[in-house]
């Protein structure tokens, strides 16, 4: 009943965000019923097809303002609104007070911080109940955004190798679930490993193919080929999820007395496994991807530098922000369940 009347209450303040905009900020000149109802038709869409590529580019658009860059342009924009000679200051002033803090390391890194905090969190709750090791039938682990409606998509720039394409960030994870493997077998496990990637960017069009290069990486790792499970029809975390909960169950997984190894990168892992637990699979996180950051005597040069702002930290602190966004559209489409 909580959780019912807090979506409620984040639809209609959603809602009144969106009608403050269109009614103030926007030049009603250029804003006609026709471009509005193809705005909010877009928006429902999102909801019954998130997946769809038309529909995440749109959303990429109309999330812009809700992000520290696009919200910086919006403001600057609308200061200039009535030329260039009457330039409205006070919006000046915030649209580059928000541009300054986003791209500010220290702040970025302390935004990343108590993100991460919470998968810190989650891992020391989840350890309190540590599963047995025969429990454990599958270790899973979830690639980088491949959808443009994942707020993934887009990071995952820098590849492993040209012969493999993997993002540097997955062939990580791809070693520690081996790593997790050997564990489980010395303890007496033989837990299947589930690689929930999505399409990889087509590097080398003549390589044996996605799912051969994972269960290749895999293999030289010391995992055996017939506990090694691909999925490539993921495209963000609930399609992800709703696939290898199909894989699993097929292979005879049991919700009641069964549990997985989640990997999964720190900044979304307490989404993701979330989304599980709302499936009805016990998972326990293994976070990966973590941005190190500290503050000691040995660093006043650094930090003077972290006081600097530069492009990477405007990147960090828009995927702390797209991680809050996709964390409400998630609670909002009933994806997500509280297991604490």
Not at 108 to 117: D, P, V
Not at 149 to 160: A, F, K, M, W
Not at 182 to 210: K, M, T, Y
Not at 244 to 259: A, I, K, M, P, Y
Request: glycine share 8%.
């Amino acid at each position: 009943m909580f959780e019912l009347l807090t979506r409620v209450l984040l639809w209609v303040l959603i809602g009144g965000i969106i009608w403050y905009i269109f009614s103030n900020f926007i030049n009603k000149t250029y804003l006609t019923w026709l471009g509005g109802l193809i705005v909010f038709a877009f928006i429902i869409l999102a909801f019954f097809n998130p997946t769809d590529r038309t529909v995440g580019t749109v959303w990429s658009i109309l999330s812009l303002p809700l992000k520290p860059l696009g919200l910086s342009i919006f403001l600057l924009l609308n200061a200039l609104k009535g030329g260039t000679k009457n330039i409205i200051g006070n919006q000046v002033v915030a649209a580059l007070l928000i541009l300054f803090f986003s791209s500010t390391p220290i702040v970025a890194y302390w935004l990343t911080s108590q993100t991460e905090q919470t998968a810190v969190t989650t891992v020391q709750l989840a350890g309190d109940r540590a599963p047995v090791a025969t429990d454990v039938k599958a270790i899973v682990v979830l690639g980088d955004g491949t959808s443009v409606s994942d707020p993934g998509y887009g990071v995952r720039t820098q590849l492993n190798n040209a012969d493999d394409g993997f993002g540097t960030g997955l062939i990580s994870r791809l070693y520690f679930a081996a790593r997790l493997y050997r564990e489980q077998v010395a303890q007496g496990s033989n837990p299947l490993v589930v690689i929930s990637a999505g399409p990889q960017p087509a590097v080398n069009p003549q390589d044996a193919g996605e799912a051969q290069s994972v269960t290749n990486l895999l293999i030289g790792a010391g995992v055996p080929q017939d506990r090694i499970l691909i999925d490539s029809s993921g495209l963000d975390i609930h399609t992800s999820a709703v696939a290898v909960d199909e894989l699993l169950t097929e292979r005879g997984f049991q919700r009641q007395s069964d549990v997985i190894l989640l990997i999964s990168p720190a900044l979304n892992i307490r989404r993701t496994q979330s989304v599980f637990a709302q499936l009805g699979i016990r998972s326990f996180p293994r976070p990966t991807d973590f941005f190190a950051f500290q503050l000691d005597s040995n660093r006043r040069l650094a930090l003077l530098s972290d006081l600097v702002p530069n492009v990477e930290a405007l990147a960090l602190t828009t995927r702390v922000v797209d991680e809050y966004l996709a964390s409400v559209y998630y609670f909002l489409r009933g994806w997500m369940i509280n297991q604490f």
